[in-house]
């Protein structure tokens, strides 16, 4: 795709930076086929080829308006497109530098604006979201149907094992995750125990600065990053063998942190080395020797859900179901797995109404095959899963962990 970068931001870092990823770009449009929002609304610029059309103009010189933001806004950032695509675009990074460009050119309106501010300054903050969480599950009985079901039940951690191993790994505790669903970390703790691997977790950590991010609050996400960086050093000077990020939105963001640091001259070396040892689960114990479970242990018939960041943002498609295969889960088929199920971080909140969309598609595909219980490998996912279903919807790691015990 050729460009002519208006002086404005052709010789700033993320000018030049769109720039390439623009002049990768070559119009084929393959990535319109496996588009959520392209399939939903059948617009051009509701699709990956529309928006990047849009970001160029933009960053030729045209003046964004609201409804460029709007047609930014609708994108999931999945990155399934990056999957499809046969030049390889990297489209999510060119919609981040376009989103934070229109929200400076095009500021938002109070609602909208104080919207953001208050999911930025509540879900990233443990101590301020409980307490919210713990309002809703007191108050989820006098709720109407459709707001009952969005209020995630209480869960309880479980034991984390205290033995110590010569291997070991550290884990990223987060946010949203350590308070709705506090079992997945003690769940990977206990099925790392088995195995001989101690994991640790850095007290001083927390969010992964991915909310901030995709709210175009680039400084505040960036500021979670070093100090995430600043809590996992010390660790990482003990040598530790990785850092398991057991939620994949947070996991594909921590693997960034080495691109997005790259310009920071105190952190771009360290933040390197941190995406370097970002782990998903499954990439450890895909080469571990876990034992064939005897399948009246099992719980039937298993759906799993790939979240998008597992396998659009982290390349990692399949390999939950090699592992879940391997020691004896039975798998259902799910079709059009590589489609989001309309979580995507903050989105079920700001677009509500597509995401529901998406929702009530990925249900139907997932429940198609009659499983027990629906799997999945990121906090989003599950809740929002959670949310369309009565069936019960769990973290992968947990009925593994449940299979072994």
């Known amino acids: 795709m050729q460009t002519q970068l208006s002086d404005r931001y052709r010789n700033t870092p993320e000018g030049q930076e769109a720039d390439a990823i623009l002049r990768s770009c070559v119009h084929c449009g393959f990535c319109t086929a496996t588009c959520p929002t392209y399939q939903l609304l059948g617009d051009e610029l509701d699709g990956p080829r529309g928006r990047i059309y849009l970001i160029k103009q933009v960053l030729e010189g045209e003046a964004p308006t609201e409804l460029t933001r709007l047609h930014l806004d609708r994108c999931l950032t999945c990155r399934a497109c990056e999957t499809t695509c046969p030049s390889g675009v990297r489209y999510g990074r060119l919609v981040d530098i376009g989103r934070d460009i229109v929200e400076r050119e095009v500021p938002r309106g109070r609602l909208e604006s104080a919207q953001r501010y208050l999911l930025r300054k509540s879900i990233p903050y443990p101590r301020r ?3 919210l969480l713990r309002l809703g599950q007191w108050l989820a009985p006098l709720l109407p149907a459709a707001l009952k079901r969005k209020v995630p039940a209480s869960q309880q951690a479980g034991r984390w094992p205290t033995r110590g191993h010569a291997r070991r ?3 990223l505790r987060g946010c949203a995750q350590r308070v ?3 079992n997945t ?8 125990d088995r195995l001989g691997i101690q994991l640790l977790e850095a007290s001083a950590d927390g ?5 901030s991010h995709h709210l175009s609050a680039q400084q505040e996400a960036h500021a979670y990053m070093r100090r995430n960086i600043d809590a996992w050093w010390p660790y990482i000077d003990q040598g530790i063998e990785a850092i398991l990020v057991t ?3 947070c996991g594909v963001m921590v693997k960034d942190y080495g691109e997005l640091l790259k310009h920071d001259p105190a952190y771009a070396t360290k933040a390197k080395r941190v995406s370097e040892l970002s782990k998903d689960p499954a990439e450890v114990l895909i080469n571990e020797p876990l034992p064939r479970l005897n399948a009246a242990r099992l719980p039937g018939a298993v759906a799993f859900h790939s979240p998008c960041t597992l396998q659009h943002g982290q390349q990692l498609n399949g390999v939950v179901e090699s592992i879940l295969g391997r020691v004896g889960f039975q798998l259902t088929t799910v079709a059009d797995a590589h489609l989001c199920c309309g979580s995507a971080g903050t989105y079920s909140i700001l677009q509500a109404a597509l995401s529901r969309r998406l929702l009530d598609n990925k249900i139907q595909a997932l429940q198609h095959g009659g499983p027990g219980v629906i ?5 989003g996912c599950q809740l929002q899963l959670a949310s369309g279903t009565d069936i019960p919807v769990r973290h992968w790691i947990e009925l593994l962990d449940d299979a072994l015990e």
């Open 129 to 131: 979201f409980a307490p």
């Open 169 to 171: 790994m550290l884990v």
């Open 180 to 182: 709705a669903t506090p």
């Open 185 to 192: 970390n003690a769940a990977t703790a206990r099925v790392l």
């Open 207 to 211: 969010c992964c600065g991915a909310l």
């Open 247 to 249: 939620a994949s939105g």
């Open 375 to 379: 799997a999945t490998a990121n906090v």
